[in-house]
């Protein structure tokens, strides 16, 4: 009989075994909470997703780099209120470290930056695809785990990086079958920010408080981000201020409220202008209330969002030209974007852009009787030496065999008979054009 004692995080069921009454215990069988597991089909999705992620990153001539998912915990101590910040997956080890499973890429390239010093040649161009973590209360039931393509250009200053980093996006949603009907890319600069809080003589160090707050626009109620402001430090007029300016969406508004000689502004006109010789003008559109949520932007930051408004941002990034002065660097310019494994599969469902994928395999060779195992296993190891995929199959029925064969989409099935064996050939049914012929054995390729 069954007996079952069910906890929050996992089910462990207890089945006494009647016969010797010794207690054996199932193992619960779900990853664990907010993760997922990746079965075939998934895998392949996945893979044909990250495929795109390196294909687009070798056109732009990005050079794919790595990190441990493991960090010290030191590296994501901000101060500044980030989301991500507050759901650290941190922990401390048997050594007694605080450690964490990293939330992000960026701080470990820079990390990697810094250590390298003065032997690297800038600029650099380096992507990563890689597994980030946030510890969540379950409440919102939200994954603790994405995948994230990473892209980052280190050392270089003028805005010509920006537009190379967004003509990576639309270089990859292009590839996805995504057009700018589907997404559209908000545009703007923390310089415009920062220029409005300066016009109300707001103190520089609330900058990056200020920007967290306002990075929750349209994601929570406005007098909430009102009070938060108030709550940090900033006045009541800087406050209607920062919300009036958040509004505007053209550049002639722009202008009006900040002039047209601020940096921010000839920042965001330069980026419109490479915009039209890289062909991506019709994704991109200017928007004030981007700041995205990171501490660490300090110029030009941007999101790409589906124009059904459904989905949350599909990538985003920006410019950081202070995050390794921040760890105690020079100041060396940098900028880049994350892209999330999981809602651009949501936007590709939507548009019914999901590809078709199937495990595909060349060759089905199969023994017709148990003493051509050997031979079946020789024509499987020389198939495989040329290069194709080989499924060898024994202890099944022929009637089995066949439809295995229509199951995975093998190009041909391999049979290995007795009589046709005497004389150095096989069977060979070619499973797009149904022929049967018998092949001899060295002209098998
Ligand atoms: C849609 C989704 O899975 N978002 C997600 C999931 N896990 C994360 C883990 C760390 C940082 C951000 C994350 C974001």
Same mark, same amino acid.
């Given at each position: 009989h069954k007996h079952s004692t069910s906890t929050q995080d996992n089910i462990v069921q207890h089945i006494t075994n009647e016969n010797d009454g010794e207690v054996m215990e199932a193992i619960d069988t779900n990853p664990p909470r907010g993760t997922r597991d990746f079965t075939p089909e998934d895998m392949r999705l996945r893979s044909w997703l990250f495929?795109?992620?390196?294909?687009?990153?070798?056109?732009?001539?990005?050079?794919?780099?790595?990190?441990?998912?493991?960090?010290?915990?030191?590296?994501?101590?901000?101060?500044?209120?980030?989301?991500?910040?507050?759901?650290?997956?941190?922990?401390e080890d048997k050594g007694g470290r605080r450690v964490v499973l990293r939330p992000e890429i960026t701080p470990s390239l820079a990390r990697l930056i810094m250590k390298q010093g003065k032997s690297l040649s800038l600029p650099l161009k380096w992507y990563t695809i890689g597994q980030c973590w946030r510890y969540e209360r379950m409440t919102r039931g939200r994954r603790r785990e994405h995948y994230q393509w990473n892209m980052d250009i280190i050392g270089i200053s003028k805005v010509r990086a920006e537009a190379e980093l967004i003509y990576a996006a639309v270089l990859l949603f292009e590839r996805l079958g995504i057009t700018a009907s589907d997404v559209g890319i908000r545009v703007s600069s923390r310089k415009v920010l920062q220029a409005v809080l300066e016009k109300y003589s707001?103190?520089?160090?609330?900058?990056?408080?200020?920007?967290?707050? !306002?990075?929750? =626009?349209?994601?929570? #109620?406005?007098? @909430?981000?009102?009070?938060?402001?108030?709550?940090? *430090? %900033?006045?009541?007029?800087?406050?209607?201020?920062?919300?009036? !300016?958040?509004? =505007?969406?053209?550049? #002639?508004?722009? @202008?009006?409220?900040?002039?047209?000689?601020?940096? *921010? %502004?000839?920042?965001?006109?330069?980026?419109?202008?490479f915009a039209e010789d890289y062909g991506f003008s019709q994704w991109i559109q200017l928007d004030v209330s981007v700041v995205r949520g990171l501490a660490y932007y300090t110029g030009i930051v941007f999101?790409?969002?589906d124009r059904d408004g459904k989905l949350r941002a599909i990538c985003g990034g920006g410019r950081y030209d202070k995050l390794f002065s921040m760890f105690g660097g020079d100041d060396t310019p940098a900028c880049g974007f994350g892209f999330g494994d999981a809602v651009i599969i949501e936007l590709?469902?939507?548009?019914?852009?999901?590809?078709?994928?199937?495990?595909?395999?060349?060759?089905?060779?199969?023994?017709?009787?148990?003493?051509?195992?050997?031979?079946?296993?020789?024509?499987?190891?020389?198939?495989?030496r040329n290069g194709r995929s080989v499924d060898l199959i024994e202890d099944k029925r022929l009637k089995w065999v066949f439809k295995h064969a229509e199951r995975i989409g093998a190009n041909r099935l391999i049979l290995v008979g007795n009589s046709e064996w005497q004389q150095g050939m096989v069977r060979v049914k070619d499973l797009s054009t149904r022929e049967e012929s018998n092949v001899k054995i060295e002209e098998l390729c």
């Amino acid at each position: 009989h069954k007996h079952s004692t069910s906890t929050q995080d996992n089910i462990v069921q207890h089945i006494t075994n009647e016969n010797d009454g010794e207690v054996m215990e199932a193992i619960d069988t779900n990853p664990p909470r907010g993760t997922r597991d990746f079965t075939p089909e998934d895998m392949r999705l996945r893979s044909w997703l990250f495929q795109n992620f390196r294909e687009v990153s070798r056109l732009l001539s990005f050079e794919e780099v790595d990190f441990p998912v493991l960090e010290s915990e030191a590296l994501f101590i901000r101060k500044a209120g980030e989301e991500i910040t507050q759901q650290l997956y941190n922990f401390e080890d048997k050594g007694g470290r605080r450690v964490v499973l990293r939330p992000e890429i960026t701080p470990s390239l820079a990390r990697l930056i810094m250590k390298q010093g003065k032997s690297l040649s800038l600029p650099l161009k380096w992507y990563t695809i890689g597994q980030c973590w946030r510890y969540e209360r379950m409440t919102r039931g939200r994954r603790r785990e994405h995948y994230q393509w990473n892209m980052d250009i280190i050392g270089i200053s003028k805005v010509r990086a920006e537009a190379e980093l967004i003509y990576a996006a639309v270089l990859l949603f292009e590839r996805l079958g995504i057009t700018a009907s589907d997404v559209g890319i908000r545009v703007s600069s923390r310089k415009v920010l920062q220029a409005v809080l300066e016009k109300y003589s707001i103190p520089q160090h609330l900058f990056t408080k200020v920007c967290v707050i !306002v990075d929750k =626009l349209n994601k929570i #109620p406005i007098d @909430e981000i009102q009070n938060e402001l108030i709550s940090v *430090g %900033v006045s009541l007029g800087a406050v209607k201020g920062i919300i009036e !300016v958040l509004s =505007l969406k053209s550049f #002639p508004e722009l @202008e009006a409220i900040l002039g047209s000689d601020k940096e *921010g %502004v000839a920042d965001l006109k330069k980026l419109f202008f490479f915009a039209e010789d890289y062909g991506f003008s019709q994704w991109i559109q200017l928007d004030v209330s981007v700041v995205r949520g990171l501490a660490y932007y300090t110029g030009i930051v941007f999101e790409a969002f589906d124009r059904d408004g459904k989905l949350r941002a599909i990538c985003g990034g920006g410019r950081y030209d202070k995050l390794f002065s921040m760890f105690g660097g020079d100041d060396t310019p940098a900028c880049g974007f994350g892209f999330g494994d999981a809602v651009i599969i949501e936007l590709l469902k939507d548009k019914g852009l999901l590809p078709n994928l199937s495990h595909k395999v060349d060759d089905i060779v199969f023994p017709l009787d148990g003493e051509l195992e050997g031979p079946a296993s020789r024509i499987a190891s020389a198939l495989r030496r040329n290069g194709r995929s080989v499924d060898l199959i024994e202890d099944k029925r022929l009637k089995w065999v066949f439809k295995h064969a229509e199951r995975i989409g093998a190009n041909r099935l391999i049979l290995v008979g007795n009589s046709e064996w005497q004389q150095g050939m096989v069977r060979v049914k070619d499973l797009s054009t149904r022929e049967e012929s018998n092949v001899k054995i060295e002209e098998l390729c």
